[in-house]
């Protein structure tokens, strides 16, 4: 779309900016909130369109601190200093920790004149009384990505993780059935080899890596390959890997899937199918291949938005999931209880400060905030009809980063895009408003829009209305309920021994995805396995499983 397209769109767009420009804003001076926060990929001050949202309403600035750009030592730093920050958003352990030391306010009387948040106060209530020690009832945490469904819901179309292909470039080879690993990459192979650069004749590979996430989410390994053991029905739990009947075994074992994803990303290595700029270059550079049609697998669900647009999946060369008939997919259900990361407010927040940082927590979780999180800007990414339905537009604003009016703060949609990257409740949530989901793929007139061709044969090849109902038919999907558990968290001595062996098992990860050959691979295998010992990874494994069976236990009676 031309920019003078998008002119005319803008003054339309701009009509509505009076429905929340200056609305709720504060008197008196701008004030600067300091955002700890373990989702975010950006470090600095929000920018841009959310960063005028926020400001009309509560006359505040978000300062980002990010430990995935810092480096995780200003979690160190900060915390002995006594301030975290205003806002805190840690993963579960490492809050519960920061509570007991002193670093979380209780603020159990400021919730209670919440108007949102109340409506998850069996959620939040339920994550607070499993904190330890918390004895008299205090509210520290608000769970981040909870939803109004259930704890054993599936509410997905398609889940976290499976192999998704790029339709016309399937479809062009004759939609194979695939069997295996060594069948997809035959598939990827065939498609590299008929299409080896994009439209603009830059390099083309189906597999692009990066490697800024490897540790991160309580996981050792490398990122990329700990998201692909869930094909096969395993999770890594730390230094475990939690197996489909519930049992542990070590993220060493060779029989198990961290062996098997790493051995399949050296294979696609030898056949020329992973991006040479894999294992130095950062996230923000892996998505700009995949929005330059530069890649043809993804893995993730979320990848799609930086390809995926209407247009795409009218004529057919928008990813979709691909069975491989020998996998079984492990997925999360609905995260009710929320995902493991916890909201909260620094010990040290008191007065206006903290009344502005609540009234930004309650509207954080309101229609209206959820709406700005997930769907963007009324005008400019979506329209609402007279029945509160919602209707996508500019659906590449994010991976063209479209230039928004300055009405709406400006420069490009995704620089201005809510850098906390993280939400208090979860876009497969419904919007009371409009009666569907904040995500806009759920929403009615996306599923018309998208019944294309495409969608069409895709649902005659596979049998199956979407991509879970297909996995459900065929019984490959193994859903692990939401449950609330308080882990506990490391000692001294194993959270020497995590940080050794997680740094010992990445570098010989990296250098296992390029080795030239299999004894080479399995030599650095065992090398790293010995490594690994030496440091006291037994200790950790031990640890470990002690520590996952508290969750592997609730999970059980959940689903009872």
Known sequence: MGRKKLTALFLVAAMAISCFAGCGKKAGDTMVIEVYDVAANYQGTQTGWFAKVVKDRFNIELN??????AGDSIYQTRASS???GDIILLDGTDFADCVKAGLVKDISAELKDTKYLKDYQKQIDTYNAGLPDNTAGATYGIPAQMTNTSPTSYSQDVIYSSPLLRWDLYSELGCPDIEDLDGLLDVLEDMMKKHPTNKDGDACYPLSLWADWDGGDGMLGIANVVQLTTWYGEKIK???ILKPDNSFTSITDKNASYYKMLKFLNDAYRRGLVDPDSGTQDWNSACAKMS???VYLMWYSWQVGFWNTQDRLKDGSAFIF??????LYYADSDTYYGSGRIFGVG???EGEKLERIIEFLDWYASPEGLVFQHDGIEGFNYTVDGSGKFTIMNDNALMDNLP???EYGGAGYSDGNNAINQWIVDAISTNPNSGEPYSSQYWSSYKAATMTQM???WQAKFGAAEPVEYMKKNNVLLVSPNVSVTLPSDTADISVIRKQCNEALCDASWQMIFAKDDAEFNAKWDAMCKTMDGMGFQDLLKFDMEKHQIEVDAKIAASK
């Open 64 to 69: 980002i601190i990010a430990p995935q750009v």
């Open 82 to 84: 006594g301030n975290l």
């Open 404 to 406: 928004v009016p300055e």
């Open 455 to 457: 969608k069409k044969d």
């Open 322 to 327: 691909t069975p491989v008939k020998d996998q």
């Open 292 to 294: 330059a049609g530069q």
């Open 238 to 240: 730390g230094s475990a």
């Open 347 to 349: 010990s040290k927040v």
